[in-house]
């Protein structure tokens, strides 16, 4: 069973910076995608960051040119480096993958770190 631990959320002023890293364990045959959501309070879950299998980065409109997401296939893990952060940004962020594992095709979602900004 593949399982995603999330770490490196927190509470930071308006203007400032946060790293978010997750790793993935369990067997995992292909990552397909993987990426960054978030919610934020009586808000749905929307798509923060993601990587697909072949690079390609996609990027919400509003956290584009302040959020650099980045990822490892090697070592299963995928970081978004978050920058110039207000007030918005406040939410529970949640590492998602898309993976072929030992059970099969399937989407893993992690436990949800929260981001706090506040003056």
């Known amino acids: 069973q593949v399982q995603l631990v999330e770490s490196g959320g927190g509470s930071v002023q308006p203007g400032g910076s946060l790293r978010l890293s997750c790793v993935a364990s369990?067997?995992?045959?292909?990552?397909?995608?993987m990426g960054w959501y978030r919610q934020a309070l009586g808000k749905q879950r929307e798509l923060v960051a993601s990587i697909q299998s072949g690079g390609f980065k996609n990027y919400a409109d509003s956290v584009k040119d302040r959020f650099i997401i980045s990822g490892d296939n090697g070592i299963n893990t995928v970081d978004l480096q978050m920058n110039s952060l207000n007030l918005e940004d406040t939410a529970i962020y949640y590492c998602?993958?898309?993976?072929?594992?030992?059970?099969?095709?399937?989407?893993?979602w992690g436990q949800g770190t929260p981001v706090t900004v506040s003056s």
């Open positions: 998602h993958f898309l993976v072929q594992s030992s059970d099969g095709y399937r989407q893993v």
């Open positions: 369990g067997t995992i045959y292909s990552i397909y995608g």
